[in-house]
């Protein structure tokens, strides 16, 4: 059975920094494509940033670009997503999903590609 869990949410202020963990259990953790979404009240859950173990592939929103990074650890069945400099409309609950994912294959970074997912944690960030 597939499991995703998330953890790290909470509140922070404007500038501090959070890291946010997913931990998966289920699959062999270096075949799937792990990504980190967001939905904010009254808004459509968007990609952040997304991780492929098996290639070392990334992607990042355009909104967090320099200011967040995805890191994963294999030995661990984890991925983390460090949060430097979150602004006000970071603010969301924040998901992890994953999706089977074979090298070549481009990396997927939308909502509807992802199979599993997990229930989300709670970011809020202060100004």
């Known amino acids: 059975e597939v499991q995703i869990v998330e953890s790290g949410g909470g509140l922070v202020q404007a500038g501090g920094s959070l890291r946010l963990s997913c931990a998966a259990a289920g699959f062999t953790f270096d075949d799937y494509a792990i990504g980190w979404f967001r939905q904010a009240p009254g808004k459509e859950r968007e990609g952040v940033s997304c991780i492929s173990s098996n290639d070392g592939s990334t992607y990042y929103a355009d909104s967090v670009k320099g200011r967040f990074t995805i890191s994963s650890d294999s030995a661990k069945n984890t991925v983390y997503l460090q949060m430097n400099s979150p602004k006000p409309e970071d603010t969301a609950v924040y998901y992890c999903?994953?999706?089977?994912?074979?090298?070549?294959?481009?990396?997927?970074?939308?909502?509807?590609?992802?199979?599993?997912w997990g229930q989300g944690t709670q970011v809020t960030v202060s100004s």
């Open positions: 999903a994953a999706v089977l994912r074979r090298v070549g294959v481009h990396l997927p970074t939308e909502t509807y590609e992802y199979a599993y």
